[in-house]
């Protein structure tokens, strides 16, 4: 990569808001560098109501592609040109392609998780009933792909109980009958999870500056489940210390990041990316944090 930018540089764009957390940019710049390639990762931070305007600026610019994270993955939809079948199953977006002025969506979310957690555990997610904290994107993304790689039961947990009712009558349509919401009394919940195998975190509660919140009851944790959170900053969150300290399996958030990072640079640039230099920089990186 050139030291800096030039009228030549290939930008990819990280829309999502907050984003001064995210360690993508170094992530991926480190890997275009070391294959010589002349692309620069950028992060912009965006509001809901900005986003229909600097995406439209954006992608009349030298740019090859964009990352989407919290809040922008189900409302970026609607401003692309085309969408990746499994990105419309989904519903969601985490990655965008900008191909002869055409934009277009796919989601690398869920395959990044479930290579994470099948390469953590040293398992297959085939067979095995997962209960799921939250609804939004990232949810989307990793229960629709559960479903597609033959997980038995999704069970869905949301604040809201008609937007984990929503996704899982989703699932079960689009893709095969696995999935229900899960009931809000606690008895209901309890009973939830111990007929669960893999607990998977899909919000953002934990994540720094709220290293303290813990997305539900930890009399609730069980030694029989494995537990997974998305978050990764911090590496181990409140969830992930409760959890071990039941004496479960975990699954941090940081090999997710990794996978569907190196997902998606694969569609930026063509490139098979060096998962390695990937995962050497986003550890460094976050170990300096803790």
């Known amino acids: 990569m050139k030291p800096y930018p030039t009228v030549t540089t290939k930008l990819v764009i990280l829309l999502g808001n907050p984003l001064g957390h995210s360690i993508s940019p ?32 954006l992608a009349r610019m030298n740019v090859a592609g964009f990352n989407v994270t919290i809040p922008h993955k189900t409302n970026i939809i609607k401003h692309l040109d085309e969408l990746d079948p499994l990105a419309a199953t989904i ?47 990232a949810a989307r ?46 008895d209901s919940l309890r009973k939830s999870l111990a007929e669960s195998d893999v607990l998977i975190n899909t919000t953002s509660l934990g994540m720094h500056p709220q290293e303290e919140v813990l997305p539900l009851e930890e009399s609730l944790l069980s030694p029989h489940l494995i537990v997974a959170d998305i978050v990764y900053n911090p590496l181990m969150t409140r969830l992930l210390k409760s959890a071990q300290g039941k004496g479960c399996p975990i699954v941090p958030g940081l090999g997710m990041l990794i996978y569907q990072g190196a997902a998606a640079f694969k569609l930026f640039t063509g490139v098979d990316p060096l998962v390695d230099q990937m995962a050497e920089v986003a550890h460094s990186l976050m170990a300096a944090r803790q």
């Not at 294959?35 to 305007?53: I, K, R």
């Not at 792909?145 to 937007?163: C, D, P, V, Y």
């Open 91 to 137: 519903g969601a977006v985490n990655t965008i392609t900008v191909r002869d002025g055409k934009t277009k969506g796919y989601n690398t979310d869920g395959e990044g998780f479930i290579r994470s957690f099948e390469e953590e555990t040293r398992s297959t997610v085939h067979g095995k009933s997962f209960f799921l904290l939250g609804s939004g994107g």
């Open 141 to 186: 993304a990793i229960a629709m792909t559960l479903a597609f790689h033959g997980a038995e039961k999704i069970s869905i947990h949301n604040r809201t109980a008609a937007k984990a009712e929503d996704l899982a009558d989703e699932i079960n349509k689009k893709i095969r009958p696995c999935a229900a919401a899960a009931g809000q009394p606690p």
């Open 26 to 57: 170094p992530m991926h710049n480190r890997v275009f560098e070391r294959l010589d390639l002349d692309y620069c990762y950028m992060p912009v931070e965006v509001t809901e109501e900005n986003l229909p305007t600097v995406f439209a600026g």
